[in-house]
């Protein structure tokens, strides 16, 4: 791991942890000075949820404590937990891999721990490799960013299920939504465009931690006819002192880049929007500085932030600005573009951004166009959003076409809140 080694700041991996958690408690108590993480809750306790269990941990580097070790590090170094393998996502255990990649199989040169990769890995293929790792028990903790298409909260999906076939325990040791959780925004997903960016019909904006997520899969999605082994033996272990209306810089935890092209807590607030330009032509800002903040392609100029700005959209304004990618789309070429800047971040509504981007990138470039693959419409869950710009439909019509569905969503999402 880059971030964390045995014996690096030599403190508890736990610090100042408040109580244990449980799945689905409610929030007591007052406000703590920062919030302490599903981790610290565990470890608080004495891990006594992993008493007796052969473990394996879904992890990148993110998995850190208050102290900034790591939690594989910590685990390890403590005799009353059986760590026995180590489980990377997308992007890989270290992180080190770009979208779409991973880092294999190996091992962890600090701890000796078998490194398995479960990236394009699901079903019955993922619950082999649970029992050839010879886990008891998965413990899932990683930091997501909000957005339905960000695959982390399907690996927690993919692993819940595989771990239901091999008969084995997820434990969610859960942290921040670092855009807030608030409410839900954006399209339903529609079963037939399910892929590793959306399983299941959730909203694209969800709102919600990953415990929450994990009950709400439990409880909607691992159950019935297509899944006979039935739900996974779940317990989530949740966070003290979160609170639904808290960005990420009010929570008093150090801020891990959770992939390559998320540094801050700035691009993830942004990211629910603009990452709909994967589906474009048009670069999303990778290999900048800023991705997800600006924007652009060969050929664009003022006009598309002048024609966003006259959208008035709630939070945010658009400036012309220039970049050139260092890679992805338009490596090392001149974009013209826009780059957002979120003046009000309780205002500002990612999603709503993104489609109003795509409007108004299409009336005013004429190079505009979608992939060839009509990617955008697994990232928004249907070809409405696409069919609808094309058509010329505006911001609120495209708005309003989800609005039923969200509704739905909500309601459903209301039952599994841990926090106020």
Avoid at 125 to 138: E, H, N, R, S, Y
Avoid at 218 to 235: M, S
Avoid at 327 to 346: A, E, N, T, Y
Wanted: charged share 20%; net charge neutral; glycine share 12%.
């Amino acid at each position: 791991m880059t971030l964390s080694r045995r014996g690096v700041l030599g403190l508890a991996g736990a610090v100042g942890a408040l109580g244990t958690g449980s799945e689905a408690a409610a929030a007591t108590g007052p406000r703590s000075e920062r919030v302490r993480t599903g981790f610290e809750q565990l470890a608080a306790d004495g891990y006594a949820a992993l008493a007796g269990q052969r473990v394996g941990v879904v992890t990148n580097p993110t998995g850190i404590t208050a102290d900034a070790r790591h939690l594989v590090d910590v685990l390890h170094e403590d005799e009353r937990v059986d760590l026995v393998a180590v489980f990377g996502p997308e992007h890989g255990f270290r992180g080190t891999a770009q979208a779409g990649g991973s880092e294999g199989a190996g091992r962890d040169p600090a701890t000796g721990l078998p490194v398995y990769d479960t990236y394009a890995t699901s079903g019955q293929q993922l619950a082999d490799l649970f029992t050839k790792a010879g886990v008891d028990t998965v413990v899932f903790d990683i930091q997501d960013v909000g957005a339905r298409f960000y695959t982390y909260v399907w690996t927690l999906y993919d692993c819940m299920r595989a771990a239901a076939l091999a008969g084995k325990s997820v434990v969610v040791l859960d942290r921040p939504n670092p855009v807030g959780g608030r409410r839900a925004a954006g399209p339903v997903l529609e079963r037939p465009y399910a892929s590793f960016v959306g399983r299941e019909p959730i909203a694209l904006a969800h709102g919600m931690t990953a415990a929450e997520l994990a009950l709400l899969f439990n409880g909607e999605f691992l159950r019935g006819t297509a899944f006979p082994q039935g739900p996974v033996r779940l317990l989530t272990v949740r966070m003290a002192g979160w609170r639904r209306d808290s960005f990420f810089g009010a929570t008093g935890l150090p801020w891990v880049p959770p992939s390559p092209n998320v540094p801050t807590p700035d691009t993830a607030l942004a990211y629910a929007g603009t990452c709909l330009f994967e589906g474009t032509n048009l670069s999303e800002g990778r290999g900048t500085t800023t991705p997800f903040e600006v924007v652009g392609a060969e050929g664009v100029d003022r006009r598309w932030a002048e024609a966003a700005n006259g959208l008035r959209l709630p939070g945010v304004w658009f400036r012309e600005t220039w970049f050139t990618p260092s890679f992805s789309k338009h490596s090392g070429k001149v974009c013209g573009g826009v780059r957002l800047i979120v003046h009000d971040r309780d205002a500002f509504d990612p999603v709503r951004t993104g489609i109003g981007l795509l409007v108004t990138a299409r009336r005013v470039w004429s190079g505009f166009a979608w992939r060839s693959d009509h990617w955008i419409d697994r990232l928004t869950g249907s070809d409405r959003v696409r069919t609808m710009v094309d058509a010329g439909a505006g911001v609120s019509e495209i708005v309003d076409d989800w609005s039923s569905g969200l509704a739905r969503f909500a309601a459903v999402r209301e039952k599994y809140l841990l926090y106020p």
